[in-house]
């Protein structure tokens, strides 16, 4: 180590550091000659645990990988549970996820907006958004019955029909939303301020993002049109009809606008499901709990979720219990490769910013 | 897909392609040709390495190790495996082909206790001061573990109650 | 202000001054830390309480710990703890830090907090709500009124015991004993 | 809104003051909600703390069975009365555990366990976060209503009384409420002949049915015999045809024959049926029997070493041919006595062709033989060989004897009336008996309705296509008839005519001595007020049924008079006129033991076959203690 370098451990417990999660920097002032992600503060096993649990327990268990946004989460294991099994979903429950799973990327994208917006400054949105995601909550919560792990995407479809006047309270909801757009826009994303304290910042160019892993906004925020929701339709994403944003800056700036175009997508989505809805069951029953073994078999699901792919790698031995489960979340290599990349030569200041900005969520590295 | 199987079943005399359902594609390839195969795959268009998985396999003393790449265009996602042996498990590091393998090479160096010749960087990911057997290995018993750890650290009560007598 | 409180401030004003202003350490422990946000922010509004968050332990005297705690973090939860100045209070929220909750049998989670540091009150739900975050709060303001948040009192106390237990979980510590031990009266 | 060129400057479109637009916010209501002085309530299905009701709840245990963190314990309560199907466990939960995902919901069988929208519990000590679930019901301490309720003093002893949230759905739980249909012939074909009525369940349909199981064991407690279900129901799950009649044959010697008639105990407490369809046990029993064509080769039973005592076993039903297996897999060698020319008393006779067909019964008794049980048919103890010399020769004796006499309604010219034993057993046995174009059968039993299906046969094989009919009468009126409601259904589908709530008093004859007719009168009460049989009548009330045959299926009893009268007198009877035995099933005559219908009330093969298993362990300690 020369003499002016430093070794500097950011986190757990910093006021810049969202989530429980560590980083060590190698400083030279304030420039970061390099940095060392450290994580396992949340390390639970959970590919573990679900080993010991049968193909329901794990029901539970899985969505609590990711606590902002869990949607994704018990989409895939319920997509691995049911290519495995050989399960058909009723097309109503298609569409009930849909809906569900947009609503959970526009839930996780005003998370996103309440920790971005607050670390560089903007406090008013920050408040915004935190309270009109309350209002989300209280949606999910009529209709899956809590607030934060819904438990709901089941095996076999969803785990209850939709409660009477839901589709009105949603509709109601994204009007409201979509009416607020503009002042977050005009106090935030068309900010000048934030303009100046974005731009440029955290800047990663498509070669580099592909090679190293990226997917989600990284991808779209360097022009590459890449979603899983059009490259390989899941759900009843086929049938809606919803562009995929892109911006070519590569930086922190574009990222953080590709989300707020995708809130607008949300939006439209979510009122395209409500308008399709089919009728009939929601749920196709699965064996007796006790008793369900599923054939042997391998297989890779993935669904986009708000920061990228999200897939899981499911193995089944024949028995009552997953052999072994392997989640591909995106926040692994947003995290752990690409934040290591971008914050060579960042300022110790951009640290939050950059981190925020590749939506790096804690648990979901961990598992 | 059945033309990507051909083709590579003509360069890799030793490799196995097999469908999985829509877009999924299984390939088997013996220690020696995974990392040609993946190097062949990355040239013909999977630039991105999604994930590396490990799964063990006991009862036939193997581990197997998956590499999951994808293309950027098309909805193809490939699979390719190995069975390597268990014991003192070693494995060439795929860093060369893909610049993103190490974290997955050390998350299951970490995990599994696999070795990885090559990559520089192994250092334990998510666990401090593990001394067990890696915890993923099948043969490590987690609730055993659990009660050896943690219940056998007394409670508040407990201590009173020996302070006391 | 509550009128009634007048002459209680006027009493025991430093009762009152650590009742109402619980100032939270920034610390983002697990995942019960989701509906902290929404606790701060303007629907729910935990000023009205007196709880902000604040950046480091140093001022802080109210520490939320948001469910499970692995090792790792625990190592951090207790120096955490060590820095904050007294009078301080924990919370444990959720199921986890009572008696494991969903990682029961998880390798890498400690199952019951209270082994390893003082908890002043727990308050039931996978994650608990704000509501009860509220409700939460306004107990531990009956505790302190009653002087049943003893928690840092027995920590000190007992020191022997919870340091004990850390280093029986973490093999060595990595930093002296924040009081002295009394030789003799725990080895483990 | 997209602008997909390339991130510069005017991206930042908005002029230096856009952001003061905000300041119209100032002038619109805060929307921060007043809490706690201002509630706000859950969603009505929101997942809070657990609520049981105690009486619906069976203490099955599913619940603790499928909670991924094993938060739910079964814990007894002592001042529940436990009873066949309904234990004295309730679920304990401790929320330093549990994960509200509700699995428990949605896996409880009665719907009994529901969560409620309460969530607010804060102490400062761990243990009180463990909780027995209850409901307004059983604790209304806890409950209070919504007017005195109030959130600053919630807690788990403190909740809002009618507060569910998170409820059971039977098209959203866990288990399958529906039987796998079980294929039958159709009424129009079978009553032409005696084929088999119910096919049985094939290998997929029965692993099908196998499936719903939830191996809460409360049958087992149920079963008088208390077989392994819920094993051998995994076991034909699990496509193990052998080794679920491994299980079965520990407690059951007579799968084949109670996989078609058994009564069926277990069925009635079955945690599925108490919502749904009770899983086919019975059903699953007989696929097993079916499945394995021979349960020696199946089964590979050890036999012990020989002890050389012998035991005599009078009457080879249910009874009798289960003791003698369970006997004869101690080591003892057992002769079965019986009049009849072959194995299966009561069953041999009663149970018509189209419900138990002569091989099923041959199969059981075989695989008994087999192992080397000693068997004398067409031996009536008291004519062919006498009671006492049994008593000098055996170390134990064991009666078996069942109720094979039939009672006769003593009513005028009854003499002409066939028995309803007689009936069934010439129409089993021997080639049949004739019968005429229009029969009455006296009963409203389970016997009756076989003497009537049967008769029916009979009729339709001995004048096809002419028209003939059945009636039956019966004391009892729809809501109190003793047959099984399949029984009873079945019987209409078939073309019987059912005249309930009317007591016969005369068999009338014509000049020639032929009958003519049953004369009945109506019924007023069939029971006292004490719940004894005391029939009372409207004397004004008469019908005459036309018939030319009577048949009087009321009942039967036991046929004590192989019994030396000496003897007879020690023999000790409970008020209930049934043999008084000890609980090792011994007689009041010391080395003679009793079980089945003379001993029990319940008059079923699996009883039988639980008070044998009981007699078996008896005389086993009894002769090993002769040593």
């Given at each position: ?10 986190g ?6 969202v989530?429980?999660?560590s ?8 420039t970061?000659?390099s940095a060392?992600?450290?994580p396992?503060y949340l ?8 080993e010991?649990?049968n193909?329901?327990?794990n ?5 609590r990988i ?8 018990e ?9 495995l099994?050989g399960i ?5 429950a298609?569409y009930i996820?849909?809906?569900i ?10 998370t996103a907006a ?9 406090d008013?949105?920050?408040q915004?958004a935190m ?5 989300l909550l209280?949606l999910?919560?009529?209709l ?5 792990y819904h438990i709901?995407?089941?095996?076999g479809g969803?785990?209850r ?5 839901f589709?009105?309270?949603?509709l109601?909801?994204l009007d ?6 503009p002042d977050y826009?005009?106090t ?12 440029g ?8 993002a592909?090679a190293?892993?990226?997917t989600?906004q990284?991808?779209?925020?360097c022009?590459?049109k ?9 759900a ?11 911006r070519?800056?590569g930086?922190a700036?574009?990222r ?7 809130m607008v ?11 399709k ?5 929601v749920y196709?029953?699965?064996p ?10 391998e297989t890779?699901?993935?669904v986009e ?12 031995n024949?028995?009552?219990?997953p052999?072994?489960a392997h989640?591909?979340t995106?926040s692994?290599?947003h995290?752990l490769?690409?934040?290591e990349?971008?914050l ?6 951009d640290v939050?910013?950059?981190m925020?900005?590749l939506?790096v969520?804690?648990?979901e590295?961990?598992? | ?8 079943k003509?360069?890799f005399?030793d490799?196995?392609?097999e469908?999985?359902?829509k ?9 020696g040709?995974?990392l040609?195969v993946l190097d062949?795959?990355k040239?013909?268009?999977f630039?991105?390495?999604k994930?590396i998985?490990?799964v063990d396999?006991?009862?036939e ?8 790449v994808?293309?950027?265009?098309s909805p193809?996602?490939?699979?390719v495996k190995t069975?390597?042996?268990?014991d003192n498990a070693t494995?060439p ?8 393998a190490?974290?997955?090479?050390r ?6 206790g ?5 990559n520089?960087?192994l250092?334990?990911?998510?666990l401090e001061?593990w001394?067990e057997?890696?915890p993923f290995?099948k043969?490590?018993n987690?609730r055993?573990y ?6 056998s650290?007394?409670s508040?009560?407990?201590y009173?109650?020996?302070k006391e007598? | 202000?509550?009128r009634?409180?007048?002459?209680k401030?006027?009493k ?5 001054g650590?009742?109402?202003s619980?100032w ?16 701060l ?6 000023e009205?309480?007196?709880i ?8 802080a005297?109210?520490?939320?710990i948001?469910?499970?705690v ?5 190592k951090a939860i207790i120096?955490t703890?060590?820095q904050?100045a007294?009078p ?8 986890c830090p009572?008696n ?10 400690i ?6 540091i003082?908890?002043d ?5 996978c ?13 531990l303001?009956?505790m302190?009124d ?5 928690g840092y ?13 850390q280093?029986k979980?973490f093999?060595s ?10 030789e003799?009266t725990?080895d483990? | ?11 930042a479109k908005?002029?230096i003051?856009t952001?003061?637009?905000a300041?119209k916010?100032?002038?619109?209501k805060?929307?921060?909600l007043?809490?706690?002085?201002e509630?706000k309530?859950?969603?009505l299905?929101?997942?809070g ?5 105690w009486e ?5 245990g599913?619940?603790?069975d499928?909670?991924?963190?094993q938060a739910?314990t079964?814990?007894?309560?002592e ?9 004295n466990e309730?679920?304990?939960i401790?929320?330093g555990?549990?994960c509200f ?7 409880c069988p009665p719907g ?5 929208r309460d969530?607010i519990?804060?102490?400062?000590a761990?243990?009180s ?21 109030s959130v600053?003093?919630?807690s788990?002893a ?7 949230g ?5 098209n959203?739980c866990?288990?399958?409420t529906?039987?796998?249909h079980?294929?039958?012939v ?7 002949s005696?084929?088999?009525q119910?096919?049985?369940y ?9 499936e719903r199981c939830l ?10 015999a208390?077989?392994?279900i819920?094993?051998?129901?995994d ?7 052998d080794e679920?009649?491994r299980k079965?044959?520990?407690?059951n010697p007579?799968p084949?024959i109670?996989?078609?008639?058994c009564t069926?105990?277990?069925e ?14 019975r059903?699953l ?8 064509r021979?349960y020696k ?7 012990p070493e020989?002890?050389?005592k012998?035991?005599?076993v009078?009457g080879a ?5 289960s003791?003698?297996y369970?006997?004869?897999?101690r080591g003892?060698n057992i002769t079965v006595?019986d009049?009849l020319?072959?194995g299966g008393g009561t069953?041999?006779i009663?149970?018509p ?10 199969r059981?008794v ?5 192992l ?6 067409n031996?009536k103890v008291g004519?062919?060989?006498?009671f006492e010399d049994?008593?000098n020769?055996?170390d134990?004796v064991?009666?078996g004897?069942?109720t094979s006499k039939?009672r ?9 009336c ?5 009936f ?11 019968v005429?174009r229009?029969i009455?059968v006296?009963g ?13 046969r009979?009729?339709?094989?001995q004048y096809?296509g002419?028209?003939t009919e059945?009636?039956?009468?019966s004391?009892?009126d729809w809501?109190i008839?003793?047959a ?9 589908e ?5 005249n309930p709530?009317?007591g016969?008093?005369?068999?009338v004859l014509?000049d020639?001595g032929?009958i ?8 007023k009460?069939v029971?006292d007020?004490?719940?004894r049989?005391?029939p009372?009548?409207?004397?004004d ?5 036309e ?5 009087e ?5 036991p046929?004590?008079s192989?019994i030396p009268?000496?003897l007879f007198k020690e023999l000790?009877?409970?008020p209930?006129r ?20 003379i001993?029990?009330t ?6 039988a076959i639980a008070d ?6 008896g005389i086993?300690?009894f002769?090993r203690k002769?040593d």
């Amino acid at each position: 180590m020369a003499e002016r370098e430093l070794e500097l451990i950011f986190g757990p417990q910093h006021l810049g550091m969202v989530g429980n999660l560590s980083i060590s920097l190698n400083v030279e002032g304030d420039t970061i000659l390099s940095a060392r992600v450290n994580p396992g503060y949340l390390h639970r096993g959970f590919e573990k645990l679900m080993e010991y649990r049968n193909w329901i327990q794990n029901f539970p268990l899985v969505c609590r990988i990711n606590m902002i946004e869990s949607e994704p989460v018990e989409m895939v294991y319920a997509m691995a549970v049911e290519s495995l099994a050989g399960i058909e979903v009723p097309e109503r429950a298609h569409y009930i996820r849909t809906m569900i799973q947009e609503m959970s990327r526009l839930s996780c994208h005003l998370t996103a907006a309440w920790a971005y917006t607050s670390i560089l400054g903007f406090d008013t949105p920050a408040q915004w958004a935190m309270g009109d995601r309350d209002y989300l909550l209280d949606l999910f919560e009529e209709l899956t019955g809590a607030r934060v792990y819904h438990i709901y995407n089941m095996p076999g479809g969803v785990r209850r029909d939709l409660p009477e006047g839901f589709e009105d309270k949603l509709l109601a909801f994204l009007d409201a939303v979509a009416g607020r757009l503009p002042d977050y826009n005009s106090t935030f994303f068309e900010n000048r301020l934030f303009f100046e304290r974005a731009s440029g910042i955290g800047k990663i160019s498509a070669q580099d993002a592909v090679a190293l892993g990226g997917t989600g906004q990284v991808l779209r925020g360097c022009g590459i049109k890449h979603d899983i929701r059009k490259l390989e339709p899941y759900a009843a994403y086929g049938d809606m009809d919803f562009e995929i944003p892109t911006r070519e800056g590569g930086d922190a700036f574009s990222r953080v606008l590709v989300i707020r175009d995708e809130m607008v997508q949300s939006v439209s989505i979510l009122k395209q499901c409500i308008e399709k809805m089919p009728s009939g069951k929601v749920y196709e029953k699965t064996p007796n709990p006790f008793k369900w073994k599923i054939p042997k078999g391998e297989t890779y699901v993935r669904v986009e979720s708000a920061r990228g792919e999200f897939g899981l790698y499911l193995v089944s031995n024949g028995g009552n219990r997953p052999y072994r489960a392997h989640f591909k979340t995106p926040s692994f290599v947003h995290g752990l490769v690409i934040l290591e990349k971008l914050l060579q030569g960042a300022n110790i200041a951009d640290v939050g910013n950059i981190m925020l900005s590749l939506y790096v969520i804690a648990p979901e590295i961990d598992r | 897909m059945d033309k990507l199987v051909g083709l590579l079943k003509g360069i890799f005399k030793d490799t196995d392609g097999e469908s999985l359902g829509k877009n999924r594609l299984r390939v088997t390839a013996p220690r020696g040709s995974v990392l040609a195969v993946l190097d062949y795959l990355k040239a013909s268009g999977f630039y991105q390495l999604k994930s590396i998985s490990c799964v063990d396999w006991m009862d036939e003393n193997e581990f197997e190790l998956v590499y999951h790449v994808a293309s950027m265009e098309s909805p193809l996602h490939l699979m390719v495996k190995t069975r390597i042996a268990r014991d003192n498990a070693t494995f060439p590091t795929a860093i060369p082909i893909f610049k993103n393998a190490g974290i997955f090479e050390r998350e299951i160096h970490e995990l599994f206790g696999v070795e990885f010749e090559g990559n520089p960087d192994l250092a334990p990911l998510f666990l401090e001061n593990w001394k067990e057997i890696p915890p993923f290995r099948k043969d490590f018993n987690m609730r055993e573990y659990v009660k050896e750890t943690y219940d056998s650290i007394p409670s508040f009560e407990e201590y009173q109650w020996q302070k006391e007598n | 202000m509550d009128r009634n409180n007048l002459i209680k401030w006027l009493k025991e004003p430093k009762k009152m001054g650590n009742k109402y202003s619980l100032w939270a350490v920034y610390f983002s422990t697990a995942c019960g830390v989701i509906e902290v946000p929404p606790v701060l922010t303007s629907r729910w509004d935990a000023e009205r309480f007196g709880i902000i968050p604040v950046a480091t332990p140093r001022q802080a005297n109210l520490f939320l710990i948001t469910g499970y705690v692995t090792t790792k973090t625990l190592k951090a939860i207790i120096r955490t703890y060590e820095q904050m100045a007294e009078p301080k209070y924990t919370i444990g929220f959720g199921s986890c830090p009572i008696n494991g909750g969903m990682y029961w049998d998880s390798y890498n989670t400690i199952k019951h907090l209270d082994k390893y540091i003082p908890v002043d009150g727990w308050i039931a739900g996978c994650m608990p709500r704000p509501e009860a975050i509220f409700i939460g709060v306004t107990k531990l303001w009956g505790m302190i009124d009653k002087g049943l948040a003893t928690g840092y009192i027995r920590y000190r106390e007992n020191y022997d015991y919870y340091r004990g237990n850390q280093e029986k979980l973490f093999g060595s510590m990595e930093w002296p004993p924040l009081y002295t031990l009394k030789e003799g009266t725990n080895d483990g | 809104m997209t602008n997909n060129k390339t991130t510069t400057l005017k991206e930042a479109k908005g002029s230096i003051l856009t952001p003061f637009k905000a300041i119209k916010y100032l002038f619109q209501k805060p929307h921060t909600l007043r809490y706690p002085f201002e509630a706000k309530e859950p969603s009505l299905r929101y997942r809070g703390f657990h609520l049981n009701d105690w009486e619906k709840c069976t203490g099955c245990g599913n619940c603790a069975d499928i909670c991924p963190n094993q938060a739910i314990t079964m814990v007894k309560i002592e001042e529940i009365e436990a009873k066949p199907g309904r234990r004295n466990e309730r679920p304990e939960i401790d929320y330093g555990r549990c994960c509200f995902c509700g699995l428990c919901v949605d896996i409880c069988p009665p719907g009994s366990l529901r969560l409620s929208r309460d969530y607010i519990h804060i102490d400062h000590a761990t243990n009180s976060f463990k909780y027995i679930a209850r409901d307004e019901k059983t604790e209304a301490q806890s409950f209070v209503p919504a007017d005195t309720y109030s959130v600053l003093n919630a807690s788990l002893a403190h909740r809002k009384a009618d507060y569910e949230g998170f409820v059971s759905d039977l098209n959203h739980c866990l288990f399958e409420t529906e039987r796998v249909h079980m294929p039958e012939v159709e009424a129009g074909e079978r009553k032409l002949s005696f084929m088999e009525q119910v096919i049985g369940y094939n290998r997929e349909e029965a692993r099908k049915e196998a499936e719903r199981c939830l191996e809460c064991k409360l049958c087992e407690e149920a079963c008088p015999a208390h077989m392994k279900i819920s094993d051998y129901i995994d076991a034909i799950y699990e496509d193990k045809p052998d080794e679920s009649m491994r299980k079965i044959l520990e407690d059951n010697p007579l799968p084949s024959i109670c996989g078609r008639i058994c009564t069926r105990h277990c069925e009635k407490v079955c945690s599925v049926g108490i919502r749904g369809e009770a899983l086919a046990i019975r059903w699953l029993k007989r696929y097993a029997a079916d499945a394995v064509r021979d349960y020696k080769k199946a089964v590979e039973q050890a036999m012990p070493e020989p002890t050389g005592k012998k035991v005599a076993v009078i009457g080879a039903g249910p009874a009798g041919l289960s003791l003698a297996y369970f006997l004869r897999l101690r080591g003892h060698n057992i002769t079965v006595y019986d009049a009849l020319p072959a194995g299966g008393g009561t069953m041999l006779i009663g149970p018509p062709l189209y419900r138990l067909p002569r091989e099923a019964i041959e199969r059981d008794v075989s695989y008994i033989e087999s192992l080397g049980v000693e068997f004398r048919f067409n031996t009536k103890v008291g004519e062919d060989v006498m009671f006492e010399d049994l008593l000098n020769e055996y170390d134990a004796v064991f009666i078996g004897i069942g109720t094979s006499k039939s009672r006769s309604t003593g009513i005028k010219n009854s003499d002409k009336c066939v028995l309803a034993l007689d009936f069934l057993r010439q129409n089993k046995l021997g080639k049949g008996t004739k019968v005429s174009r229009r029969i009455i059968v006296i009963g409203g039993g389970n016997v009756a309705m076989d003497v009537a299906r049967v008769a029916l046969r009979q009729q339709n094989i001995q004048y096809p296509g002419e028209e003939t009919e059945i009636k039956t009468v019966s004391l009892e009126d729809w809501d109190i008839m003793p047959a099984s409601d399949d029984e009873i259904q079945e019987a209409k589908e078939e073309g019987v005519q059912f005249n309930p709530a009317w007591g016969p008093e005369e068999v009338v004859l014509d000049d020639e001595g032929n009958i003519k007719g049953l004369l009945c009168k109506k019924v007023k009460s069939v029971f006292d007020e004490n719940g004894r049989f005391a029939p009372t009548f409207y004397e004004d009330q008469k019908m005459l049924l036309e018939g030319d045959m009577v048949i009087e299926a009321i009942g039967q009893a036991p046929d004590f008079s192989f019994i030396p009268e000496g003897l007879f007198k020690e023999l000790k009877f409970t008020p209930r006129r049934k043999v008084d035995v000890d609980e090792n099933g011994m007689t009041s005559i010391p080395k003679v033991f009793a079980g089945g219908d003379i001993v029990n009330t319940n008059l079923d093969a699996i009883t039988a076959i639980a008070d044998a298993k009981r007699a078996a362990q008896g005389i086993d300690n009894f002769l090993r203690k002769e040593d």
